[in-house]
C-alpha cells in the first residue's frame, strides 16, 4: 500500500541517514564538470540526489511488500575514516556556532513577541525555524559534515559510480582503472560494504566532441557488455557555446538549481564563484537527463541490490533474531578457550571497541542501516534492538549508544503513538555513553543525537520533552550550550496547555550569558530583548503580586544587561532607554539601584550632546496626572469651581459634558497647579528647576508683544525611597485664551534634565456605532483651563467660624466678598449644605461695624397672641441670594469692580454631634443670571466651595406632650419639658412661642423674672428641669377653614395623580397665630424681624425633609404646588434662652408638627378619581406608575396613622329641685337631675350623622358583652337610671357640635359616673350621602380602589369617667 511522503522534520532525519554513493571520474570528466562551474561529477550530480521520486514497490525484512515514495541519495569523492577528538570537535562545534551567527539580517527580529505581548498565532504555528535561523543553519551543515565512523553503516558508501568520458581513448579500461584507485580498495577493505560494494559505471558524452557523436551507442554497447546492467548512458553539454545559452530565464533556473542545492545542504560553507555560471553548457534537455539517470540509477541498481543485501543479511542473522545470540556461544569459548569471536572485535582510531565488518554483530548493524535508509523503520527498529544486546554484552559502548540512538529514532520515525518512557531513556542512554562510556568522548556524535531527537520531538509537537532533552549536553561549550538554551526557552513557548512564559525567560536569560561568554554580543542582545518583551507580557496579566515583584527584579537585571551591551557598542540612545527602564521599580535592594542610577548619569554625562541635548523622559518620579489639581487664587481659602446653580434643593453641580465646561481663571489671576509626586526607587533622589511645560491658545492675535503666562520653578525637592510629597507651581497667564498643561520638566540629581508628560484620555465616547466598536475618547479637559478677562474674579473670606456649639445656641460668623475682577459681579448667591444650622442676614459694608449684634432682637410689648400672614409655600431653604435678584436679601442689583460687602452668618447648633458643614458662595458677571435662579433655571456660575466640621453639644433637652382638656373637647393641654443636661451652665428661659393657624396656647401658669431682685424664678440649673403647662384652644371658627391648606392638598394631589395637566397653583397665604410668652425681662419679636425668614427656612427645610421621605414617588420640583408649608391644625414651639453669667450665650430650641391628635386623615381622599374621572393613559408605564403611587400613599398612611375619634361626647349635669316620688306617685324618694349633652365634631371635612343610646347601668350586662369595654357599675354605683328618651339621631357639621337634653333619678346622694353611652357614627359627603360606600374599598369605573378616611364607620365608647355629685335635698324644698 502506497505510504504518505514523510513530514519535513522525519524527512530531515531520514536525509541525514541517507545512502552514500562515492563518485570516481576521469580527468576528462572534471573538465566537462569544470565548464559547468562544479568542482566534479560528484558536484554536477548532488541536486538530483534530493528528494529522487523512485515510486517503487519493495520489500521489508520480513518479505513484505511496501511503497518507497522517494529517497534522497548523497554524492562523495573520498571515502575515509578519521579520529575525532574532543578538542576538534569543540572547535568544530564553536566555529560553526559562529558562522551560523554571522548572518545578522534576522538577528533583530522576535517574530512571536511583540510590545510585550505574545502572538498566540505565531506560537501555535508548526515550525519554529523562522525564530531561530542560525540554528537551523547549524543543524544543517553539522549533519552533513559528519564523517563516517567504525560503529555505523550510514555515512559508508554502498555504492561506488565510476565515470568515464565517451570521448576517452578506451573508456573502458578507463573504468577499470578507476576501480583499481585506492579509495576503492579502502571501501572493500574497511567499510561496511566490503566486496560487496555495488558499482556503477556511466558513461557520459560531452557535446562538445562532435567526433565522438557518432560512435557514442557503440561505445556504451561495448560497456554495456562489459560490465552489465549496472551501466548507463548520459549525454551533457549540449551547449556547444555559452552565447547560444536560450532563453535567460531558463538558464537562471539551471544555474538556481545548484546554488539552491549547494546552499541547502552545506549553508556555512562559503559558495565560490565559479569562472563560468553553473550549468552553462547544459540545456535543460541535459538537465532532465541527469536527473533521469540518477533516478534509474537508483531504481535499478541502487535499491534492488540493497534489497538483496538485506535478504542476505536476514538469512544469515536469522537466529540472532531469533534469540540466539553469541551470549552463548561467547560464554562457551570463554571457559573453553576458544579465541573465534574475540577475533572479529578491534579496536577504532579513536580507541574503543567496534567488531569487524564480517562479524555477526557487524552484519546486524549493517542490516538494520540499510532496512533504516529504504525507511523499514519498524524491522529496523528490531534488528537494533537485536545488535544493541550483544554490544552490551561485549562492552562496545560506542556501538551500543549508536544502537540505542538508533532504537529510539526508529521508534518516533514511525507514525505510532508512544508515551516518552519508552523513546526517551533510549536517547538519554545513548547521549550518556557518547559523552562518558567511550574510550574518546563523542562529541559529535551526542550533538547529533540531540539535534535528530530535538527536531522528532518537533515533529510529534512533544515540546514538553524537548528542554530536558536539549540540556544534555554539557554546558562547557559556551556558543553550543547557548544555542541549545535558546532552543529550549522556545520550546517552552510550544508548550501545549499555555505558553511558560517563566521557564521561556530563564533559559533566553541563560542563552544570552552563554553568547556573551561565546563573543556573539548580537544574539546575548537579542534573548534579553526577548526576555524583557516576555516579562511585559507576564506583568501584564500576573495577578500574584510576589510574583510580580521578583519578576520586576529579573526585568531590572535584564535592562542592566541590556544597557551594558548597548554602552559597549557606544549605542548610546538604546543604552539610555535601558537604565531608564530601571528607575521605576522599587522591588530592586538600595545598594543595587544606587549603582544603577550612577550609572545612568554617567551614561548621560558621557553620551549628552552638550547643554542643549533633548530632556529625556523617566519614570522617575511618578506623577499620577489623575490626582492633579489646578486651583484658581490659591491663596485663598475654599475650593474654586465651575458649577451649574439650581433652585430645588440640590447641592451646585459640576458641568462637565456642557458647553463651555472646564476650569476657567481671569487675566492676571494666580493658578496653583498640585502635583502629587512620588519616587519609586528604594534610594533617595533630588529634583531641580521643577516647572511645567504648558501650551497657550491666545484669544486674540492683536497684542502679540505682551508676554501669554507666566510659570513659577518650584523649590528643590528632596525625597527618600518610596517618599510622596507635594509640588506646587503657580502659573499667572497675561492674556486672554486657552491654557494647556503638558507635562513637567526637571533635573534629576542636579544631572539629568528629564520630562514627564501629564496626558489623560478623556471620557468614552459611546454615541455613534463606530464609538462603541472601538474605544474613542474626548479630549481630557482636566488640566486645561480657559482665560477669560470678564470671568468673575470674586474673593470670598469666611471669618470667625467656630469649631463648637451648644445645641440650639447661635454664633455669629462673617462671609466676605470682595471683587477682583473688571466686570460687576450678579446673582451672588449661596448654597447651604444645613439650612437649619445657618441663618445668613442682609450684607453690609465693611465700614458698618455691627460686631456687636445680637441674633435675637430682643423688646419690650411683645404681645401675647399675634396674627400675621406668611407665604405658605415651600422653598428652597438651602439657597439665599445675596446680592442681584429678585429675592435677594440686599437691594443692590451687583458689586461692582473693587467693592467688597461682609454678609453675616449666624451659625446654630441644630442637632447634636459632628457635622461636616458645606457652604457654596456663586457669582457671575452676566446679567441675566438674577433672573434665571428665580425662574428656577441651572445657571453655570463660578463658585467657591467651604468645608467646615461642627461639633454641637447637648445643652437643653425639650420635649413636648398633649393631655386632653376637661373644659371642652375642642381644647388640649400642651406640656413642655425642658431639661438642663449640662453639669455646670444654668440657663434663663426668656420667651416661648408658638405658631399655629388655628390654635391660641395660652400659658396656665404666669411666671416671669424679678430683675430687680436678681431672683430668677425661671432659671434652670445644672442637671434640673422645668415643666411648662399651656392651654390650646380653637381661635378659629368653621366657616374659616373652608380654604385650609389641607383642602389644597386633596385638590392639588387628586390633580396630580388623575389628570394629564400637572397643578400650577401655589398655595395661598396663610395667617398664623403666633402665642408668645413672655418670661423674662423682655421678649422677642418673631414676626416683624429677620429672624421670621430664619424660622421660615428652617421650617421648610424640615418640611421637606419629611415629604421627601412620605412621598418618595413625588419629584421634589411637584412638591410645592402639592403641600404647603404649614397645615392648619399644626403647632410649631420654639424656646428661646440664654446663659446666665459666663459668655451669655443664647439659643433657641423648636419643635416642629407637634400633633394634637385632631383628627386630619385627609390625604387618602385625594386616591379616589374626581367626579370627572381619571384620564385616559395609552402606555401602560403611565398605569403602572399611578397605581404605585396611590398605594404607596395609601399604604403608608394605614400603617402610620393612629386611631382617631372623629366625635366625642360631653356631659354637664344640672340638680333639679324636684323629687322623684311625687312624679312617680309612689312613697319612695328620687333624686333627678337634668343632663347636657354636646357632641362635638372634630373633622374640619366630614359632617357626620351620629346615633347616640344612653345606657343605665342595669343596661350594662347586656349592652356591652360584646365589645371590650370593662367598666365596673355594681354595688351602689347602679343606684340611678335615665329617664324619658335615650335614643338620638342627629348630624353635627365639621368643627361643629350639638346639644341634647336628658334626665336622670338616683336613689341615694353621692358621686355617680354617667358616663354610659354608645355613639354609631357615619360620614356624610358634602352633598348629604354616606361616605362610606359600605365602609370597605370598592373598583371604581377607572380601575382604581376607592379609599376613605378611617373613621367614616365609627362606634365610640366613653374613655373617661364623667363624674356627677347628687347633693340630698329636704322635702320642704
Same mark, same amino acid.
Given at each position: 500500500?502506497?505510504?504518505?511522503?514523510?513530514?519535513?522534520?522525519?524527512?530531515?532525519?531520514?536525509?541525514?541517514?541517507?545512502?552514500?554513493?562515492?563518485?570516481?571520474?576521469?580527468?576528462?570528466?572534471?573538465?566537462? !564538470?569544470?565548464?559547468?562551474?562544479?568542482?566534479?561529477?560528484?558536484?554536477?550530480?548532488?541536486?538530483?540526489?534530493?528528494?529522487?521520486?523512485?515510486?517503487?514497490?519493495?520489500?521489508?525484512?520480513?518479505?513484505?511488500?511496501?511503497?518507497?515514495?522517494?529517497?534522497?541519495?548523497?554524492?562523495?569523492?573520498?571515502?575515509?575514516?578519521?579520529?575525532?577528538?574532543?578538542?576538534?570537535?569543540?572547535?568544530?562545534?564553536?566555529?560553526?556556532?559562529?558562522?551560523?551567527?554571522?548572518?545578522?539580517?534576522?538577528?533583530?527580529?522576535?517574530?512571536?513577541?511583540?510590545?510585550?505581548?505574545?502572538?498566540?498565532?505565531?506560537?501555535?504555528?508548526?515550525?519554529?525555524?523562522?525564530?531561530?535561523?542560525?540554528?537551523?543553519?547549524?543543524?544543517?551543515?553539522?549533519?552533513?559534515?559528519?564523517?563516517?565512523?567504525?560503529?555505523?553503516?550510514?555515512?559508508?558508501?554502498?555504492?561506488?559510480?565510476?565515470?568515464?568520458?565517451?570521448?576517452?581513448?578506451?573508456?573502458?579500461?578507463?573504468?577499470?582503472?578507476?576501480?583499481?584507485?585506492?579509495?576503492?580498495?579502502?571501501?572493500?577493505?574497511?567499510?561496511?560494504?566490503?566486496?560487496?560494494?555495488?558499482?556503477?559505471?556511466?558513461?557520459?558524452?560531452?557535446?562538445?566532441?562532435?567526433?565522438?557523436?557518432?560512435?557514442?551507442?557503440?561505445?556504451?554497447?561495448?560497456?554495456?557488455?562489459?560490465?552489465?546492467?549496472?551501466?548507463?548512458?548520459?549525454?551533457?553539454?549540449?551547449?556547444?557555446?555559452?552565447?547560444?545559452?536560450?532563453?535567460?530565464?531558463?538558464?537562471?533556473?539551471?544555474?538556481?538549481?545548484?546554488?539552491?542545492?549547494?546552499?541547502?545542504?552545506?549553508?556555512?560553507?562559503?559558495?565560490?564563484?565559479?569562472?563560468?555560471?553553473?550549468?552553462?553548457?547544459?540545456?535543460?534537455?541535459?538537465?532532465?537527463?541527469?536527473?533521469?539517470?540518477?533516478?534509474?540509477?537508483?531504481?535499478?541498481?541502487?535499491?534492488?541490490?540493497?534489497?538483496?543485501?538485506?535478504?542476505?543479511?536476514?538469512?544469515?542473522? /536469522?537466529?540472532?533474531?531469533?534469540?540466539?545470540?553469541?551470549?552463548?556461544?561467547?560464554?562457551?569459548?570463554?571457559?573453553?578457550?576458544?579465541?573465534?569471536?574475540?577475533?572479529?572485535?578491534?579496536?577504532?582510531?579513536?580507541?574503543?571497541?567496534?567488531?569487524?565488518?564480517?562479524?555477526?554483530?557487524?552484519?546486524?548493524?549493517?542490516?538494520?542501516?540499510?532496512?533504516?535508509?529504504?525507511?523499514?523503520?519498524?524491522?529496523?527498529?528490531?534488528?537494533?534492538?537485536?545488535?544493541?544486546?550483544?554490544?552490551?554484552?561485549?562492552?562496545?559502548?560506542?556501538?551500543?549508544?549508536?544502537?540505542?540512538?538508533?532504537?529510539?529514532?526508529?521508534?518516533?520515525?514511525?507514525?505510532?503513538?508512544?508515551?516518552?518512557?519508552?523513546?526517551?531513556?533510549?536517547?538519554?542512554?545513548?547521549?550518556?555513553?557518547?559523552?562518558?562510556?567511550?574510550?574518546?568522548?563523542?562529541?559529535?556524535?551526542?550533538?547529533?543525537?540531540?539535534?535528530?531527537?530535538?527536531?522528532?520531538?518537533?515533529?510529534? &509537537?512533544?515540546?514538553?520533552?524537548?528542554?530536558?532533552?536539549?540540556?544534555?549536553?554539557? /554546558?562547557?561549550?559556551?556558543?553550543?550550550?547557548?544555542?541549545?538554551?535558546?532552543?529550549?526557552?522556545?520550546?517552552?513557548?510550544?508548550?501545549?496547555?499555555?505558553?511558560?512564559?517563566?521557564?521561556?525567560?530563564?533559559?533566553?536569560?541563560?542563552?544570552?550569558?552563554?553568547?556573551?561568554?561565546?563573543?556573539?554580543?548580537?544574539?546575548?542582545?537579542?534573548?534579553?530583548?526577548?526576555?524583557?518583551?516576555?516579562?511585559?507580557?507576564?506583568?501584564?496579566?500576573?495577578?500574584?503580586?510576589? @510574583?510580580?515583584?521578583?519578576?520586576?527584579?529579573?526585568?531590572?537585571?535584564?535592562?542592566?544587561?541590556?544597557?551594558?551591551?548597548? #554602552?559597549?557598542?557606544?549605542?548610546?540612545?538604546?543604552?539610555?532607554?535601558?537604565?531608564?527602564?530601571?528607575?521605576?521599580?522599587?522591588?530592586?535592594?538600595?545598594?543595587?539601584?544606587?549603582?544603577?542610577?550612577?550609572?545612568?548619569?554617567?551614561?548621560?554625562?558621557?553620551?549628552?550632546?552638550?547643554?542643549?541635548?533633548?530632556?529625556?523622559?523617566?519614570?522617575?518620579?511618578?506623577?499620577?496626572?489623575?490626582?492633579?489639581?489646578?486651583?484658581?487664587?490659591?491663596? $485663598?481659602?475654599?475650593?474654586?469651581?465651575?458649577?451649574?446653580?439650581?433652585?430645588?434643593?440640590?447641592?451646585?453641580?459640576?458641568?462637565?459634558?456642557?458647553?463651555?465646561?472646564?476650569?476657567?481663571?481671569?487675566?492676571?489671576?494666580?493658578?496653583?497647579?498640585? $502635583?502629587?509626586?512620588?519616587?519609586?526607587?528604594?534610594?533617595?533622589?533630588?529634583?531641580?528647576?521643577?516647572?511645567?511645560?504648558?501650551?497657550?491658545?491666545?484669544?486674540?492675535?492683536?497684542?502679540?508683544?505682551?508676554?501669554?503666562?507666566?510659570?513659577?520653578?518650584?523649590?528643590?525637592?528632596?525625597?527618600?525611597?518610596?517618599?510622596? @510629597?507635594?509640588?506646587?507651581?503657580?502659573?499667572?497667564?497675561?492674556?486672554?485664551? @486657552?491654557?494647556?498643561?503638558?507635562?513637567?520638566?526637571?533635573?534629576?540629581?542636579?544631572?539629568?534634565?528629564?520630562?514627564?508628560?501629564?496626558?489623560?484620555?478623556?471620557?468614552?465616547?459611546?454615541?455613534?456605532?463606530?464609538?462603541?466598536?472601538?474605544?474613542?475618547?474626548?479630549?481630557?479637559?482636566?488640566?486645561?483651563?480657559?482665560?477669560?478677562?470678564?470671568?468673575?474674579?470674586?474673593?470670598?473670606?469666611?471669618?470667625?467660624?467656630?469649631?463648637?456649639?451648644?445645641?440650639?445656641?447661635?454664633?455669629?460668623?462673617? $462671609?466676605?466678598?470682595?471683587?477682583?475682577?473688571?466686570?460687576?459681579?450678579?446673582?451672588?448667591?449661596?448654597?447651604?449644605?444645613?439650612?437649619?444650622?445657618?441663618?445668613?442676614?442682609?450684607?453690609?459694608?465693611?465700614?458698618?461695624?455691627?460686631?456687636?449684634?445680637?441674633?435675637?432682637?430682643?423688646?419690650?410689648?411683645?404681645?401675647?397672641?399675634?396674627?400675621?400672614?406668611?407665604?405658605?409655600?415651600?422653598?428652597?431653604?438651602?439657597?439665599?441670594?445675596?446680592?442681584?435678584?429678585?429675592?435677594?436679601?440686599?437691594?443692590?442689583?451687583?458689586?461692582?469692580?473693587?467693592?467688597?460687602?461682609?454678609?453675616?452668618?449666624?451659625?446654630?447648633?441644630?442637632?447634636?454631634?459632628?457635622?461636616?458643614?458645606?457652604?457654596?458662595?456663586?457669582?457671575?458677571?452676566?446679567?441675566?443670571?438674577?433672573?434665571?435662579?428665580?425662574?428656577?433655571?441651572?445657571?453655570?456660575?463660578?463658585?467657591?466651595?467651604?468645608?467646615?466640621?461642627?461639633?454641637?453639644?447637648?445643652?437643653?433637652?425639650?420635649?413636648?406632650?398633649?393631655?386632653?382638656?376637661?373644659?371642652?373637647?375642642?381644647?388640649?393641654?400642651?406640656?413642655?419639658?425642658?431639661?438642663?443636661?449640662?453639669?455646670?451652665?444654668?440657663?434663663?428661659?426668656?420667651?416661648?412661642?408658638?405658631?399655629?393657624?388655628?390654635?391660641?396656647?395660652?400659658?396656665?401658669?404666669?411666671?416671669?423674672?424679678?430683675?430687680?431682685?436678681?431672683?430668677?424664678? $425661671?432659671?434652670?440649673?445644672?442637671?434640673?428641669?422645668?415643666?411648662? #403647662?399651656?392651654?390650646?384652644?380653637?381661635?378659629?371658627? /368653621?366657616?374659616?377653614?373652608?380654604?385650609?391648606?389641607?383642602?389644597?392638598?386633596?385638590?392639588?394631589?387628586?390633580?396630580?395623580?388623575?389628570?394629564?395637566?400637572?397643578?400650577?397653583?401655589?398655595?395661598?397665604?396663610?395667617?398664623?397665630?403666633?402665642?408668645?410668652?413672655?418670661?423674662?425681662?423682655?421678649?422677642?419679636?418673631?414676626?416683624?424681624?429677620?429672624?421670621?425668614?430664619?424660622?421660615?427656612? @428652617?421650617?421648610?427645610?424640615?418640611? !421637606?425633609?419629611?415629604?421627601?421621605?412620605?412621598?418618595?414617588?413625588?419629584?421634589?420640583?411637584?412638591?410645592?404646588?402639592?403641600?404647603?408649608?404649614?397645615?392648619?391644625?399644626?403647632?410649631?414651639?420654639?424656646?428661646?434662652?440664654?446663659?446666665?453669667?459666663?459668655? #451669655?450665650?443664647?439659643?433657641?430650641?423648636?419643635?416642629?408638627?407637634?400633633?394634637?391628635?385632631?383628627?386630619?386623615?385627609?390625604?387618602?381622599?385625594?386616591?379616589?378619581?374626581?367626579?370627572?374621572?381619571?384620564?385616559?393613559?395609552?402606555?401602560?408605564?403611565?398605569?403602572?406608575?399611578?397605581?404605585?403611587?396611590?398605594?404607596?400613599?395609601?399604604? &403608608?398612611?394605614?400603617?402610620?396613622?393612629?386611631?382617631?375619634?372623629?366625635?366625642?361626647?360631653?356631659?354637664?349635669?344640672?340638680?333639679?329641685?324636684?323629687?322623684?316620688?311625687?312624679?312617680?306617685?309612689?312613697?319612695?324618694?328620687?333624686?333627678?337631675?337634668?343632663?347636657?349633652?354636646?357632641?362635638?365634631?372634630?373633622?374640619?371635612?366630614?359632617?357626620?350623622?351620629?346615633?347616640?343610646?344612653?345606657?343605665?347601668?342595669?343596661?350594662?350586662?347586656?349592652?356591652?358583652?360584646?365589645?371590650?369595654?370593662?367598666?365596673?357599675?355594681?354595688?351602689?354605683?347602679?343606684?340611678?337610671?335615665?329617664?324619658?328618651?335615650?335614643?338620638?339621631?342627629?348630624?353635627?357639621?365639621?368643627?361643629?357640635?350639638?346639644?341634647?337634653?336628658?334626665?336622670?333619678?338616683?336613689?341615694?346622694?353621692?358621686?355617680?359616673?354617667?358616663?354610659?353611652?354608645?355613639?354609631?357614627?357615619?360620614?356624610?359627603?358634602?352633598?348629604?350621602?354616606?361616605?362610606?360606600?359600605?365602609?370597605?374599598?370598592?373598583?371604581?369605573?377607572?380601575?382604581?380602589?376607592?379609599?376613605?378616611?378611617?373613621?367614616?364607620?365609627?362606634?365610640?365608647?366613653?374613655?373617661?369617667?364623667?363624674?356627677?355629685?347628687?347633693?340630698?335635698?329636704?322635702?320642704?324644698?
Amino acid at each position: 500500500m502506497p505510504r504518505p511522503s514523510l513530514p519535513q522534520k522525519r524527512d530531515f532525519v531520514a536525509k541525514a541517514f541517507c545512502p552514500r554513493i562515492l563518485v570516481l571520474s576521469t580527468p576528462t570528466i572534471a573538465d566537462a !564538470c569544470a565548464v559547468n562551474g562544479c568542482a566534479g561529477f560528484a558536484d554536477l550530480l548532488a541536486p538530483f540526489g534530493q528528494d529522487i521520486s523512485t515510486q517503487i514497490t519493495i520489500q521489508d525484512g520480513q518479505g513484505a511488500p511496501y511503497f518507497l515514495d522517494k529517497l534522497t541519495v548523497r554524492f562523495t569523492t573520498d571515502y575515509k575514516i578519521e579520529k575525532h577528538s574532543q578538542q576538534q570537535s569543540r572547535a568544530d562545534i564553536d566555529e560553526l556556532v559562529h558562522k551560523s551567527a554571522a548572518d545578522e539580517s534576522e538577528q533583530q527580529r522576535i517574530p512571536f513577541l511583540s510590545d510585550g505581548v505574545v502572538d498566540a498565532d505565531v506560537v501555535k504555528s508548526d515550525d519554529i525555524a523562522a525564530w531561530a535561523p542560525w540554528y537551523i543553519q547549524f543543524r544543517q551543515q553539522w549533519v552533513a559534515s559528519m564523517q563516517a565512523t567504525e560503529h555505523e553503516s550510514f555515512m559508508h558508501p554502498v555504492a561506488c559510480l565510476l565515470v568515464a568520458s565517451g570521448s576517452e581513448e578506451d573508456p573502458i579500461g578507463a573504468l577499470r582503472r578507476l576501480q583499481q584507485q585506492a579509495v576503492v580498495q579502502r571501501v572493500q577493505s574497511q567499510s561496511f560494504s566490503g566486496v560487496s560494494v555495488l558499482f556503477y559505471y556511466l558513461l557520459v558524452h560531452d557535446g562538445r566532441d562532435v567526433g565522438a557523436m557518432q560512435t557514442i551507442d557503440q561505445t556504451f554497447e561495448q560497456v554495456r557488455r562489459t560490465f552489465g546492467q549496472n551501466s548507463a548512458l548520459v549525454k551533457i553539454n549540449s551547449l556547444t557555446d555559452s552565447a547560444e545559452s536560450g532563453d535567460t530565464s531558463d538558464r537562471s533556473k539551471i544555474a538556481g538549481i545548484w546554488s539552491s542545492s549547494q546552499a541547502a545542504m552545506q549553508p556555512l560553507v562559503p559558495v565560490p564563484q565559479p569562472a563560468t555560471e553553473y550549468g552553462g553548457m547544459l540545456s535543460m534537455r541535459d538537465v532532465a537527463a541527469l536527473r533521469d539517470a540518477v533516478k534509474q540509477m537508483m531504481v535499478r541498481s541502487v535499491v534492488p541490490h540493497m534489497q538483496y543485501m538485506i535478504r542476505v543479511l536476514s538469512d544469515q542473522t /536469522a537466529n540472532q533474531r531469533r534469540g540466539i545470540t553469541g551470549r552463548l556461544f561467547s560464554a562457551g569459548r570463554r571457559y573453553f578457550g576458544a579465541a573465534g569471536k574475540t577475533s572479529s572485535i578491534l579496536t577504532g582510531v579513536d580507541g574503543d571497541v567496534y567488531f569487524g565488518y564480517d562479524s555477526p554483530e557487524a552484519q546486524l548493524r549493517k542490516l538494520a542501516d540499510y532496512s533504516f535508509m529504504l525507511k523499514d523503520f519498524r524491522f529496523a527498529q528490531a534488528v537494533y534492538q537485536v545488535a544493541r544486546r550483544d554490544f552490551q554484552t561485549e562492552r562496545a559502548w560506542k556501538c551500543y549508544a549508536g544502537a540505542q540512538e538508533m532504537v529510539g529514532i526508529c521508534k518516533l520515525m514511525q507514525e505510532i503513538q508512544a508515551t516518552r518512557a519508552e523513546f526517551d531513556s533510549n536517547f538519554d542512554d545513548a547521549v550518556a555513553m557518547y559523552l562518558h562510556k567511550t574510550q574518546t568522548p563523542c562529541l559529535h556524535l551526542a550533538v547529533r543525537c540531540t539535534i535528530i531527537y530535538y527536531e522528532l520531538l518537533k515533529h510529534h &509537537r512533544l515540546y514538553a520533552f524537548a528542554p530536558p532533552a536539549l540540556l544534555r549536553l554539557p /554546558a562547557s561549550l559556551s556558543a553550543l550550550h547557548a544555542m541549545i538554551s535558546e532552543q529550549a526557552a522556545y520550546a517552552y513557548l510550544k508548550t501545549p496547555l499555555r505558553p511558560q512564559l517563566r521557564k521561556f525567560s530563564f533559559y533566553a536569560m541563560v542563552a544570552s550569558r552563554e553568547y556573551q561568554k561565546a563573543g556573539i554580543g548580537e544574539l546575548a542582545h537579542r534573548c534579553l530583548r526577548m526576555v524583557r518583551l516576555s516579562l511585559g507580557a507576564r506583568l501584564s496579566t500576573s495577578s500574584d503580586k510576589n @510574583s510580580s515583584g521578583s519578576w520586576l527584579a529579573i526585568e531590572s537585571h535584564v535592562n542592566h544587561e541590556l544597557g551594558l551591551q548597548c #554602552m559597549t557598542a557606544q549605542n548610546y540612545d538604546q543604552a539610555l532607554e535601558h537604565f531608564m527602564a530601571l528607575m521605576g521599580s522599587d522591588q530592586i535592594p538600595p545598594k543595587l539601584q544606587a549603582k544603577y542610577l550612577q550609572e545612568l548619569l554617567q551614561l548621560y554625562l558621557e553620551g549628552s550632546t552638550g547643554a542643549d541635548a533633548a530632556p529625556v523622559q523617566l519614570s522617575v518620579p511618578s506623577i499620577d496626572a489623575q490626582k492633579a489639581r489646578v486651583i484658581m487664587s490659591p491663596e $485663598l481659602e475654599g475650593t474654586d469651581e465651575v458649577l451649574l446653580w439650581k433652585r430645588g434643593g440640590a447641592a451646585p453641580s459640576s458641568q462637565s459634558g456642557t458647553a463651555g465646561s472646564g476650569a476657567c481663571c481671569s487675566v492676571g489671576e494666580n493658578v496653583a497647579v498640585l $502635583l502629587m509626586v512620588k519616587n519609586p526607587l528604594t534610594v533617595g533622589i533630588t529634583l531641580s528647576q521643577f516647572t511645567l511645560d504648558c501650551e497657550f491658545e491666545a484669544a486674540d492675535t492683536d497684542s502679540k508683544s505682551q508676554p501669554e503666562f507666566t510659570v513659577s520653578t518650584a523649590d528643590t525637592v528632596v525625597l527618600e525611597g518610596g517618599q510622596t @510629597s507635594m509640588v506646587t507651581v503657580t502659573l499667572t497667564p497675561q492674556r486672554a485664551g @486657552s491654557l494647556t498643561i503638558k507635562g513637567a520638566s526637571y533635573l534629576l540629581c542636579d544631572i539629568l534634565p528629564a520630562y514627564k508628560p501629564l496626558v489623560l484620555p478623556g471620557k468614552r465616547l459611546n454615541d455613534t456605532l463606530e464609538q462603541r466598536v472601538t474605544a474613542v475618547y474626548a479630549p481630557e479637559t482636566h488640566l486645561r483651563f480657559r482665560v477669560d478677562p470678564g470671568w468673575p474674579r470674586l474673593e470670598a473670606m469666611l471669618e470667625e467660624f467656630p469649631d463648637s456649639l451648644m445645641s440650639g445656641s447661635m454664633q455669629r460668623a462673617q $462671609l466676605r466678598l470682595i471683587n477682583r475682577g473688571t466686570l460687576p459681579c450678579h446673582a451672588i448667591t449661596l448654597w447651604l449644605s444645613h439650612p437649619s444650622f445657618f441663618d445668613v442676614t442682609r450684607p453690609h459694608n465693611d465700614s458698618d461695624d455691627d460686631s456687636g449684634q445680637s441674633a435675637y432682637s430682643y423688646t419690650d410689648g411683645i404681645s401675647a397672641t399675634e396674627e400675621a400672614e406668611v407665604a405658605n409655600v415651600l422653598q428652597d431653604s438651602s439657597m439665599v441670594v445675596v446680592l442681584g435678584g429678585a429675592s435677594a436679601l440686599d437691594s443692590a442689583e451687583c458689586l461692582e469692580s473693587g467693592d467688597s460687602v461682609c454678609v453675616p452668618v449666624w451659625v446654630r447648633g441644630d442637632r447634636v454631634g459632628a457635622h461636616a458643614l458645606s457652604m457654596f458662595v456663586g457669582a457671575s458677571t452676566a446679567q441675566t443670571a438674577p433672573s434665571q435662579l428665580d425662574a428656577a433655571k441651572a445657571v453655570a456660575m463660578r463658585s467657591r466651595r467651604f468645608d467646615v466640621d461642627l461639633v454641637v453639644t447637648p445643652s437643653l433637652r425639650v420635649n413636648a406632650f398633649v393631655r386632653p382638656s376637661m373644659r371642652s373637647p375642642h381644647e388640649r393641654i400642651v406640656g413642655i419639658e425642658v431639661e438642663n443636661v449640662q453639669a455646670d451652665l444654668s440657663v434663663e428661659l426668656v420667651q416661648t412661642t408658638f405658631t399655629s393657624g388655628y390654635y391660641e396656647l395660652v400659658p396656665l401658669q404666669a411666671r416671669r423674672v424679678n430683675t430687680a431682685s436678681e431672683t430668677h424664678e $425661671l432659671k434652670v440649673g445644672p442637671r434640673q428641669t422645668v415643666n411648662l #403647662m399651656f392651654r390650646a384652644r380653637p381661635l378659629r371658627a /368653621a366657616g374659616e377653614l373652608q380654604t385650609a391648606p389641607e383642602q389644597f392638598t386633596v385638590d392639588a394631589l387628586q390633580q396630580y395623580i388623575f389628570s394629564k395637566n400637572k397643578p400650577t397653583v401655589l398655595p395661598r397665604p396663610i395667617t398664623l397665630i403666633y402665642s408668645n410668652a413672655v418670661l423674662g425681662a423682655q421678649g422677642i419679636d418673631c414676626v416683624h424681624s429677620p429672624l421670621q425668614a430664619y424660622i421660615l427656612r @428652617s421650617q421648610a427645610h424640615r418640611r !421637606c425633609s419629611l415629604l421627601r421621605t412620605a412621598f418618595p414617588l413625588i419629584p421634589e420640583e411637584h412638591q410645592p404646588r402639592l403641600f404647603p408649608l404649614y397645615e392648619t391644625f399644626g403647632i410649631d414651639f420654639v424656646l428661646f434662652w440664654r446663659e446666665i453669667g459666663g459668655s #451669655m450665650r443664647a439659643g433657641h430650641h423648636s419643635i416642629s408638627g407637634i400633633d394634637l391628635g385632631v383628627p386630619h386623615d385627609y390625604i387618602t381622599a385625594a386616591l379616589n378619581p374626581p367626579a370627572a374621572g381619571a384620564a385616559r393613559a395609552w402606555l401602560t408605564d403611565t398605569v403602572n406608575e399611578r397605581d404605585a403611587l396611590i398605594r404607596s400613599i395609601a399604604n &403608608r398612611f394605614q400603617s402610620s396613622r393612629r386611631h382617631e375619634r372623629p366625635l366625642d361626647v360631653a356631659m354637664h349635669c344640672v340638680q333639679t329641685a324636684e323629687s322623684a316620688a311625687k312624679l312617680a306617685k309612689t312613697p319612695n324618694t328620687f333624686y333627678i337631675a337634668d343632663v347636657t349633652i354636646t357632641v362635638y365634631n372634630h373633622s374640619w371635612r366630614h359632617k357626620y350623622a351620629f346615633k347616640l343610646d344612653l345606657l343605665s347601668p342595669s343596661q350594662l350586662k347586656q349592652r356591652l358583652s360584646a365589645t371590650d369595654v370593662e367598666l365596673d357599675f355594681s354595688g351602689a354605683r347602679s343606684g340611678w337610671k335615665w329617664l324619658d328618651t335615650t335614643h338620638y339621631e342627629l348630624t353635627v357639621p365639621p368643627m361643629d357640635s350639638v346639644q341634647l337634653h336628658a334626665r336622670l333619678a338616683c336613689c341615694a346622694p353621692g358621686m355617680i359616673d354617667i358616663a354610659l353611652w354608645e355613639l354609631y357614627a357615619k360620614a356624610l359627603d358634602p352633598n348629604g350621602s354616606s361616605a362610606d360606600s359600605e365602609t370597605k374599598a370598592t373598583i371604581v369605573p377607572s380601575g382604581h380602589p376607592k379609599y376613605g378616611p378611617q373613621c367614616v364607620v365609627c362606634r365610640l365608647h366613653p374613655l373617661h369617667p364623667t363624674l356627677v355629685n347628687i347633693k340630698p335635698f329636704s322635702m320642704n324644698e
